[in-house]
């Protein structure tokens, strides 16, 4: 199989002009995507800014939760939505990081990894999540010796070997799955109770190599070069125990991808940034949308939607707010 | 044709590769004797590609019995090849075990960067690239299916093609289990430089060249 992820269209040459964009969207996951995808249809002139095409999807193997999909892969679904906005000719710059955010006047500049500079009249943030860490220790010691925080990489690493999976959520419950072909033997280590989809968990319990541990708090990765096991803390019987394992996959959600206006708005404890029902941010003409807001529920199709409702309120924002204030300043 | 590119895909690949400037070979090392698993896959992706673009021309050798030509450049496993530029000249593009899956994008960059498109880097860090005079080899350790890796060998190999003194080899981890196991490869992408120096991650390319200025 491949999984082709150049574009063939010419680099966009949009992103040269010295010009004042109506929408500036940072993020090439589902809620950028289609956030720019409704702005370009209320006929804006918009581009995206992106570190690659697909966020999460990238990391994603099955999707069955999309509606209109009972299974796709999720780069299969990015390459969709990558496809829906080439259709647009939405200009899109790909392998691009947006490293800082301005706002002077009514009007926002961002500086990129190459140095060059947008001026945009608003802008979207739909830069979602990274893997959120243990942050026990030897957990970093033995990164990528036998801790990984991406199944679909590493899992081939330990055929017929022995892996913890440490969280509850629906990614540890699909990277147990994922993990199951090729693993001879999985433990679960979860410091609460499940919060994964039933469908998930019967899948799970019907396989005969899982053990669970709930309640179970992870406090230490061990080993002598590589790493020989984890050391954890049953809370039910208040006691610690050992597993011995040749690796454990770390899946207990996000942190999000904030730091980029984490000065400029509201964030909430956890850093998500908080936004109005319109997806604003507490700065006038900046919105934000999918995994890096305070919604709770991190799913691809709440981050198109809330791309949608975000693109659909700038537009708004354009036609009344901000031109009307150019008009008094005039 | 093929059940590995699909029409699709190949009229996408046919598309990117049409802006390709000059020829270049492809080099390929396959192995008659043992066991090679994916030697017959590689090379019907390696013949599918020369059969899209005239530019790109395949030459195949056999490991054991090309000995000289596999000394010559550097061949220690199979299936194996290396891209040469349009005087025939290596410039440290190797790929050892097939880049299929996501690592068809480091592929595909790699044939149009060696074919003459321009290497997007800024020239302050092409001019530290340029500056390095010991012999560096850097592996990068992948798997299929993994996201992050294209962008490590890109890395790897836009550092081989802007100095001659650096070599940069993908190997696909699962087909190579060996030498991934002597190199406790155990999460990808994984870096080695000069078999000893490790970087974990598809780490930015100036963190890959503070590592080889720090040699
Ligand atoms: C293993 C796994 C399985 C999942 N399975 C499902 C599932 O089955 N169903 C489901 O509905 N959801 C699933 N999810 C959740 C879903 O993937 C996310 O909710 C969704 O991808 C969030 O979309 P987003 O656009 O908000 O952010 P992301 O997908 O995280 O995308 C963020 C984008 O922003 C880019 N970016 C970040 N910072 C910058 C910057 N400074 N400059 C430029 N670009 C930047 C990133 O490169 C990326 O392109 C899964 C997640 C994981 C990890």
Redesign the pocket.
């Known amino acids: 199989m491949l999984n082709l992820n150049i574009s063939s269209s010419p680099k966009p040459t949009a992103f040269t002009e010295d010009k004042l964009w109506d929408l500036i969207v940072?993020?090439?996951?589902?809620?950028?995507?289609n956030g720019a995808l409704y702005a370009k249809r209320k006929g804006l002139d918009v581009g995206i800014?992106?570190?690659?095409?697909?966020?999460?999807?990238l990391?994603?193997?099955?999707?069955?939760?999309?509606l209109g999909y009972t299974m796709i892969e999720?780069e299969a679904l990015s390459h969709k939505f990558h496809d829906h906005l080439k259709h647009l000719e939405v200009p899109i710059h790909q392998d691009?990081?947006?490293?800082s955010l301005q706002k002077n006047n009514q009007d926002f500049t961002l500086t990129l990894s190459d140095g060059n500079t947008l001026r945009a009249k608003t802008v979207l943030i739909?830069?979602?999540?990274v893997?959120r860490k243990l942050g026990i220790p030897g957990e970093k010691e033995f990164s990528n010796k036998g801790v990984s925080y991406c199944?679909t990489c590493d899992a081939p690493f330990f055929k017929d070997k022995h892996v913890v999976v440490a969280g509850g959520g629906?990614?540890a419950a699909?990277?147990i799955l994922d993990l199951a072909q090729w693993a001879s033997k999985i433990t679960v280590v979860h410091r609460s109770q499940w919060r994964a989809d039933q469908v998930l968990l019967d899948k799970i319990h019907a396989l005969d190599n899982v053990t669970i541990h709930l309640e179970s708090q992870l406090k230490e990765v061990f080993g002598h070069n590589v790493m020989r096991g984890v050391k954890a803390y049953d809370k039910v019987n208040d006691k610690d125990f050992i597993v011995e394992t040749d690796g454990l996959f770390i899946?207990i959600g996000?942190i999000p991808?904030s730091e980029?206006i984490a000065s400029l708005v509201e964030t909430n404890d956890a850093g998500e940034v908080i936004v109005n029902p319109n997806q604003q941010t507490s700065l006038k003409g900046l919105y934000a949308?999918?995994?890096?807001t305070a919604q709770p529920h991190?799913?691809?199709?709440?981050?198109t939607a809330?791309?949608a409702k975000a693109a659909l309120s700038i537009n708004q924002y354009l036609n009344n707010d901000y031109i009307l204030k150019e008009n008094n300043n005039v | 044709m093929s059940k590995l590119l699909p029409d699709d895909v190949k009229e996408q690949i046919r598309q990117i590769l049409s802006t390709m400037q000059n020829p270049i070979k492809i080099l390929y090392f396959s192995e008659n004797e043992g066991n090679c698993q994916t030697c017959s896959e590689t090379k019907e992706l390696l013949s599918a590609i020369e059969g899209i673009n005239d530019k790109v021309t395949l030459i195949e050798k056999d490991r054991n019995t090309d000995k000289e030509d596999a000394e010559k450049y550097g061949i220690t496993m199979a299936p194996s090849f290396v891209l040469l530029d349009d005087n025939e000249t290596y410039k440290g593009v190797k790929f050892n075990g097939i880049p299929a899956g996501h690592e068809i994008n480091s592929f595909i960059s790699a044939l149009l960067e060696m074919a003459g498109t321009p290497i997007e880097i800024d020239e302050a860090t092409k001019k530290r690239i340029a500056a390095i005079k010991n012999k560096v080899n850097i592996k990068v350790f992948i798997t299929l299916s993994c996201p992050h890796c294209p962008g490590a060998v890109q890395n790897a190999h836009r550092l081989s093609m802007l100095n001659d003194n650096i070599e940069g080899e993908m190997i696909e981890a699962q087909t190579f289990q060996a030498i991934s196991q002597k190199y406790d490869v155990s999460g990808v992408p994984k870096i080695v430089i000069n078999d000893k120096h490790e970087l974990v991650g598809n780490q930015p390319l100036e963190t890959i060249l503070d590592q080889i200025e720090a040699l």
């Open positions: 940072v993020g090439g996951g589902p809620g950028g995507l800014i992106a570190k690659d095409i697909g966020g999460q999807l990391n994603t193997t099955d999707v069955d939760n999309y999720g691009k990081t947006v490293k739909a830069t979602g999540g893997p199944t629906n990614s699909e990277a899946e996000n991808n980029l949308a999918g995994d890096v991190k799913q691809i199709i709440i981050s809330e791309g």
